[in-house]
């Protein structure tokens, strides 16, 4: 399939979307995901083909180590990040210019988010990721069927680090194969490093607001939400392609791409916070309840302790002995699910407007309206 067939086909697809209002995911996401996430796979694919064959030339051992980061980022995921990367580019240059040039970079922002799932799968101390032993899981097992000597769960959280930190090396590698003018280029770096301290910079809070939940409140919670989620995911990418279309940072696009994109990006957090406690685990891939069980201070878990009587309040702290059913119903009770669930619906609303106003590419428009609502309003 040529890449640049690929855009003009996506881009046809899309601009005929408004089909099934009723299911938003369908109407647009499968109109042109299915071919986009296409090429960014075949894009990772052949890079990482030649990426793990040099790791295997170092010693034969790296051929598993190779192996896992390669199965790490290609198994599973939407590519969500690539997808908004795409439309942002997409807005501003119009149907007509060509994917290649800048298919790599797009294809990049899948493995920094490898980087980032491996690095919080083992902070967060998770065990399944999209149905699935998390990396360092996965690895620890390794340990145990091979009969190595030491500690299975420490040498899986090591390597798991480890390839963490090679996803985040092959992110720049990719990045610097797109073929845009170096001048546009090094706009772009600075749009993606950006987004990188962002990631970090969120990832510490949200380790700090479970080491420290008494000092807590919902504008934190939001505050992670924002640097940890909603940068990342929606408005980094978005920005980024922009850069990568070369629209200068005070180009009124800008400016409505960073509104769209922070409170697409909330909104998308908090339906997270939500499928965390409700979602059903065949879709998610993750056990239900284990932010209700930790205690983890999630928006919603904040609400529910602002908007709690004095007895649903002692309820919460008994958190640790109490059932996750027990504790999904104990927070509904308190209204803060309906409360979660206004403020999606306004951050959505709040997106729309900003895009209404902005110097969009008509196809471009017609696919972000479809995905403010289907990457807010999904059960995975």
Same mark, same amino acid.
């Given at each position: ?6 855009? !003009? ?90 994917? %290649? ?6 294809? @990049? ?66 990045? %610097? ?5 170096? @001048? ?97 685990? @065949? ?11 930790? !205690? ?31 504790? @999904? ?19 959505? %609303? ?31």
């Amino acid at each position: 399939m040529a890449n640049d067939a690929v855009a !003009g086909n996506a881009t046809r697809m899309a601009a005929a979307v408004p089909a099934d209002r009723d299911d938003p995911v369908q109407a647009v996401l499968a109109a042109y995901t299915h071919e986009l996430v296409t090429a960014v796979d075949e894009t990772l694919t052949a890079f990482l083909a030649v990426e793990v064959d040099s790791l295997a030339e170092i010693d034969t051992s790296m051929g598993a180590f190779a192996a896992s980061a390669r199965e790490a980022v290609l198994v599973g995921g939407k590519r969500i990040r690539p997808t908004f990367a795409y439309w942002g580019w997409r807005g501003a240059v119009g149907g007509a210019e060509a994917l %290649s040039p800048v298919l790599p970079a797009l294809a @990049a922002l899948e493995l920094l988010h490898t980087f980032a799932l491996v690095h919080d799968d083992v902070m967060d101390a998770s065990t399944t990721r999209r149905g699935r032993p998390t990396a360092h899981v996965a690895l620890a097992e390794q340990h145990i069927e091979a009969g190595h000597r030491g500690d299975p769960g420490r040498f899986g959280e090591a390597v798991a680090v480890l390839i963490g930190d090679l996803c985040m090396v092959w992110a720049d590698q990719l990045l %610097s194969h797109a073929t845009v003018p170096s @001048a546009r280029l090094f706009e772009v770096r600075r749009c993606y490093d950006q987004m990188r301290v962002e990631t970090v910079a969120g990832q510490y809070l949200d380790v700090l607001g479970e080491n420290d939940p008494a000092s807590w409140s919902v504008d934190r919670a939001l505050r992670v939400a924002r640097y940890k989620t909603a940068s990342y995911t929606v408005q980094r990418p978005l920005l980024f392609g922009a850069c990568l279309a070369g629209v200068p940072a005070d180009d009124p696009l800008v400016s409505a791409y960073t509104r769209y994109g922070l409170a697409v990006g909330e909104a998308f957090q908090l339906r997270d916070d939500l499928l965390g406690a409700y979602g059903d685990p @065949a879709a998610t891939g993750k056990p239900a309840g284990d932010d209700l069980r930790t !205690g983890k201070p999630t928006v919603l878990l904040m609400l529910a302790r602002e908007l709690a009587t004095p007895a649903q309040l002692r309820a919460l702290e008994r958190a640790a002995d109490e059932p996750v059913d027990r504790l @999904a119903e104990l927070v509904a009770e308190t209204g803060a699910v309906a409360r979660v669930e206004r403020m999606i619906a306004e951050r959505v %609303s709040d997106a729309l407007v900003a895009l209404d106003a902005a110097p969009v590419d008509r196809t471009a428009r017609t696919a972000l309206t479809g995905l403010a609502t289907a990457a807010t309003n999904r059960r995975a």
